[in-house]
C-alpha cells in the first residue's frame, strides 16, 4: 500500500491606504500705491498625484505526488491560495492662487497669475497578485486512486475619494485716478495715458483617477495519470473564484482664470481764456485675458480585470475491471464599478471695468 496526503496552501492579503490633508499655494500678493507696477505670481497645489497597491504578491501552491504498489495506490492533494487585497486613497482640498493684486495708482498696470489645483490623477489598485496552483499525480497498482483539489481565490477592492479642487489664476483690484490742470499759458498740452493688464490662467483637476479592483492572473492546474490492474480513479477539480470593486468619488472642480475689477477717472481741467490753445490726449487701455479648465472626469474603474485559467488533464487505464475519470474546471468572476464625479466649472474671465474721462473747461473768476 502507498499512500501520499499533500496540502500546499499560501494565504496572501493586503492593503494599502493613503490620507493626504489639505493643500494651499499662494504665488503673490502685492498691494501698491501710486506707482506703475507689475505683479506675476504661479502657484500649484497638489494633493493627487497618488499610487497605491493592495497586494502585489505572487503566490505558487504546487503539489507533486507519485504512489505505487502491488495492491493499493492512492495520492491526495489540495493546492491552493487566497489571494486578497484592498487600496484606498483620499485626498483632502487643494487650493492655488496665482496673482493676488491691489494696486492705486500708476499709469501702467500689468498683473499675471497660473494657478494649477490638483486632487486627481490617482491611482489604486486593490489586487494584482499573481497565483498559481498545480497538482501532478500519479498512481500505479492494483488499486490506483488520485484525488486533487487545485484552487484559488482572488477578491479586491479599490477605491478613491478626492477632496475639492479651487484654482484662480489672477485676482486683482485696480484703481487710476488721473487729474491735471492746464497752466497760465496759451498753448497748453495734457496727456493722460492708462494701461491696464490682467491675465490669468487656471486648470482644477479632481478627476483623471483610475481605480481596479482585482487585476491579479490565476492558474489552477490539474494533472493525473492512474494506471491500476483492477482498478483505476481520477478525481480532479480545478477551480478560480476571483471578485473585484472598484468606485471612484471626486470632489468639485472649480477654476476661474482671471478675476478683476479696473476702475480708471481721467480728469482735465482747462481755463479756454488762459488756454486758447489746448490740446488733451486722454487714452485708456484695459484688457482682461483668462482661461480656465475644471476637470471631474476622465475617471477608469475597473471592477474585476482579472485573469483567470483552469485545466484538468486526467489519464485512467484499468486492465481488468474499472476505470474512471471525474474532472471540475471552474471559473467564478465578477465585478462591479461605481463612479460618481463632482462639479466642475470653468469661467476664463470674469471682468468689471469702469473707465470714466473728463474734460472741465473752467473759465477764472
Do not use: C, Y
Amino acid at each position: 500500500m502507498a499512500f501520499n496526503a499533500g496540502a500546499a496552501i499560501n494565504k496572501s492579503n493586503g492593503s494599502a491606504m493613503i490620507t493626504t490633508g489639505a493643500a494651499g499655494a499662494l504665488g503673490n500678493q502685492t498691494s501698491t500705491t501710486d506707482a506703475d507696477v507689475t505683479n506675476r505670481g504661479s502657484a500649484a497645489a497638489t494633493t493627487g498625484g497618488n499610487r497605491a497597491v493592495g497586494n502585489s504578491s505572487g503566490n505558487t501552491a504546487d503539489n507533486r505526488q507519485s504512489a505505487s504498489a502491488a495492491r493499493i495506490a492512492t495520492n491526495a492533494a489540495t493546492s491552493l491560495n487566497t489571494s486578497n487585497g484592498a487600496a484606498a486613497i483620499t485626498t483632502g482640498p487643494a487650493s492655488a492662487l496665482g496673482n493676488d493684486a491691489v494696486s492705486n495708482g500708476g499709469g501702467t498696470v500689468i498683473n499675471r497669475g497660473i494657478a494649477v489645483a490638483t486632487t486627481g490623477n490617482n491611482s489604486a489598485i486593490g489586487n494584482a497578485s499573481s497565483n498559481t496552483a498545480s497538482n501532478s499525480q500519479r498512481a500505479i497498482g492494483s488499486f490506483a486512486t488520485n484525488l486533487a483539489n487545485a484552487e484559488n481565490q482572488s477578491n479586491g477592492t479599490a477605491s478613491i475619494e478626492t477632496g475639492a479642487a479651487v484654482a484662480t489664476g489672477n485676482r486683482a483690484v485696480t484703481t487710476v485716478s488721473q487729474e491735471d490742470e492746464g497752466a497760465d499759458e496759451p498753448w497748453v498740452q495734457i496727456g493722460q495715458d492708462v494701461v491696464v493688464i490682467n491675465r490669468g490662467s487656471a486648470v482644477a483637476v479632481t478627476g483623471a483617477n483610475q481605480a481596479i479592483g482585482n487585476r491579479s492572473v490565476n492558474d489552477a492546474e490539474t494533472i493525473q495519470r492512474a494506471l491500476g490492474f483492477r482498478l483505476a480513479v481520477n478525481s480532479g477539480n480545478t477551480v478560480s473564484h476571483s471578485d473585484g470593486s472598484a468606485s471612484i468619488l471626486t470632489g468639485s472642480a472649480t477654476a476661474v482664470g482671471n478675476a478683476a475689477t479696473t476702475t480708471v477717472e481721467q480728469a482735465a481741467e482747462v481755463d479756454p481764456v488762459k488756454n486758447p490753445l489746448a490740446l488733451v490726449d486722454q487714452t485708456i487701455t484695459i484688457r482682461n485675458i483668462g482661461d480656465a479648465t475644471a476637470i471631474s472626469g476622465r475617471n477608469a474603474g475597473t471592477g474585476n480585470g482579472s485573469v483567470n485559467f483552469g485545466l484538468n488533464r486526467q489519464l485512467a487505464s484499468a486492465v481488468a475491471a474499472v476505470h474512471s475519470s471525474t474532472g471540475s474546471s471552474q471559473n467564478n468572476s465578477d465585478g462591479a464599478v461605481d463612479i460618481t464625479s463632482g462639479d466642475a466649472t470653468a469661467v476664463g474671465n470674469t471682468a468689471a471695468s469702469t473707465a470714466t474721462q473728463r474734460l472741465i473747461s473752467r473759465a477764472a473768476a
